[in-house]
């Protein structure tokens, strides 16, 4: 029997987790990483108590507005659209696992993620909840000392377990999206947290065709309202230096070349060009092959067998090798 340090979060993904590797004869202790709320404090609570197990109450505040709100807000006025859970993971998340779990003589860690984890080796889970995506930046370290419970199951299965196990947090809903932006207003939170540019130009192939309100309300990709001679317009770019969104037509949006900065590999680095897959978004069925080129000072070139659909600065590109998840770093203008 081993010990092991689960994230446990109040809802419903870590409490199966944390039944699964008690049922598998593990000693469990739980780490509720809080950020001020006090309804899913209750919920680890609760579920810690169901199954008699330890919990740790760990303020998490400064740590994750420092690496992960500070960020996020300043990454959305370059123009730029960050994926928040992928910056806490190993700059708060996972960090604070570890650390708890060395703190109490524990080798591994768990969470509630839905993807697979063998041996320090990363792989997508099940295609209709696959969460590998959000583990791409990870470190080696902290893939070496992952288990991963739910990574065979789909959603229904676990929830039909919690059932079956007779959790409280059965029939809780799931997380929300942005856990520091209850209200799911990503652009009202930035506007209370800084002073922003305000209105500014839409342009389309170098001539103005609108204002917006502000390039904190935009990423590329999305779809501006109504028609211009009878056809939608996406954003393309966002250009803060100017406080400009640049506009395109749908097929302008596909890209066969993306540059990335910070790569995290969970191989050994590479030296030279390799093979593989690109996952762009948390979607299910963007993953073009591609040829990954590392560059001189911790980047990558990705050139991609088919294009991609509107890579959006700020967001991460996940390499894999088949299944396997082999890092990650974040998209930046070329």
């Known amino acids: 029997m081993s010990k092991i340090v689960l994230g446990l979060s109040g809802g419903v993904d870590s409490a199966v987790c944390a039944r699964l590797l008690q049922r598998a004869g593990h000693e469990v202790l739980g780490l509720y990483l809080d950020i001020g709320d006090e309804s ?39 123009g730029e659209t960050p994926n928040p859970c992928i910056m806490c993971n190993p700059a708060v998340k996972f960090k604070s696992l570890i650390e708890c779990a060395d703190e109490c003589g524990a080798e591994l860690i768990a969470t509630g993620h839905y993807a697979r984890a063998e041996k320090g080796a990363l792989y997508k889970g099940r295609p209709a909840n696959d969460q590998s995506y959000m583990l791409c930046r990870l470190t080696r370290e902290q893939a070496m000392r992952l288990i991963l419970p739910l990574g065979e199951l789909e959603k229904t299965q676990t929830r039909a377990l919690a059932e079956d196990f007779q959790l409280p947090l059965a029939h809780k809903g799931d997380s929300m999206e942005i856990c520091f932006i209850p209200d799911r207003d990503y652009a009202g939170y930035i506007a209370r947290r800084v002073a922003l540019p305000g209105p500014g130009n839409f342009t389309f192939h170098d001539g103005i065709v609108g204002r917006h309100e502000g390039i904190h309300r935009w990423t590329v990709g999305q779809r501006i309202p109504g028609l211009y001679n009878e056809r939608k317009l996406y954003v393309s770019r966002i250009v803060p230096e100017r406080n400009e969104i640049e506009l395109a037509l749908w097929e302008e949006l596909f890209k066969s070349r993306v540059r990335v900065r910070n790569m995290s590999w969970l191989i050994e680095p590479p030296e030279r060009p390799l093979r593989g897959s690109v996952k762009v978004r948390h979607t299910k069925w963007e993953c073009p092959e591609c040829t990954v080129t590392p560059l001189s000072g911790g980047g990558a070139e990705i050139a991609t067998d088919e294009p991609l659909r509107a890579p959006a600065p700020g967001q991460s590109a996940a390499i894999y090798q088949g299944e396997r998840l082999i890092g990650g770093g974040y998209i930046v203008n070329l």
Do not use: Q
Request: proline share 3%; with cysteine; glycine share 2%.
């Open 40 to 78: 899913a404090r209750a919920d680890a609570v609760s579920a810690a108590g169901f199954l008699n197990m330890e919990l740790k109450i760990l303020d998490v505040s400064e740590a994750l507005e420092r690496n992960v709100c500070a960020p996020f807000t300043a990454a959305y006025l370059r």
